[in-house]
């Protein structure tokens, strides 16, 4: 956990030097506006939201309501973050996409070989964006289901910081994976090899991004940190469906 914090914390000076900030000044702008009205419009709901979970609590368990109810809270709490998160992600994926090549060539000094245009790499991202979110949806609506279903429920707040901390994970680390054509299945796969470094990361990200304001430095952060994370952990990793090369018998 202290890696991912260090990363973050120099991600962070990285993207804030010449040469870095139009990756992450546009998208900031954008992304304040969004962020100004879903703020807003959570402020107007989230008593109402509160109002009709807490109905849903069986008579039966109305003695645990000291501890359902800030459950509840914290599950809407996710819930809107991870809302705010997937428009925000959206709008900014080409130019983290852009700010993810110029940090590995930074870092590493070769220049990455990409023939495409910048048109053709804008909307590639966006496709690999939409791929993501159709990883991410079904294991959401999962969750909303267990929130539901009485007594599990309980559980519901857990399991939503555990796939936060991982959809945070392949979030941000798919940059540099996509950077380098590492395929969506293969990126899932050496997340998985790396399960603990893969969580830890996603996890400091997930708690930083639920910050008001700061998470919207968080994103370009994480997208810095990403890298150094791909060129440390994970870029030396085989391929996760290949194959041992076997010996010929003599």
Not at 1 to 23: D, T
Not at 32 to 39: A, E, F, K
Not at 113 to 120: A, E, G, K
Request: aromatic share 14%; charged share 15%.
């Amino acid at each position: 956990m202290l890696e991912s914090v260090g990363m973050l914390e120099k991600g962070l000076r990285m993207v804030l030097k010449p040469g870095c900030r139009r990756y992450v000044v546009v998208p900031l702008l954008l992304n304040l506006v969004v962020y100004s009205l879903l703020l807003g419009w959570l402020f107007t709901q989230f008593g109402g939201w509160m109002d009709y979970w807490m109905a849903q609590v069986p008579a039966w368990l109305s003695w645990l309501e000291w501890l359902i109810w800030p459950l509840v809270v914290v599950s809407l709490l996710i819930v809107a973050f991870y809302t705010f998160n997937l428009f925000a992600t959206l709008i900014a994926a080409p130019f983290y996409g852009f700010l993810a090549e110029r940090l590995d060539e930074e870092l590493t000094g070769r220049p990455i070989n990409d023939p495409r245009s910048l048109t053709r790499q804008a909307l590639d991202s966006l496709g690999r964006e939409l791929k993501k979110l159709g990883y991410f949806l079904p294991r959401v609506a999962v969750l909303v289901v267990i929130g539901f279903i009485p007594v599990i429920n309980v559980a519901a707040p857990f399991l939503w910081a555990l796939f936060s901390a991982w959809s945070m994970a392949i979030q941000y680390l798919d940059y540099p994976m996509d950077l380098h054509r590492v395929s969506f299945t293969d990126m899932r796969g050496r997340l998985r090899t790396k399960w603990w470094q893969s969580l830890t990361f996603g996890g400091v990200v997930t708690l930083g991004l639920m910050i008001p304001l700061v998470n919207l430095l968080m994103m370009p952060a994480a997208v810095a940190a990403a890298v150094m994370m791909w060129n440390r952990h994970y870029c030396a990793l085989l391929p996760h469906d290949a194959k041992p090369v076997q010996k010929s018998a003599r």
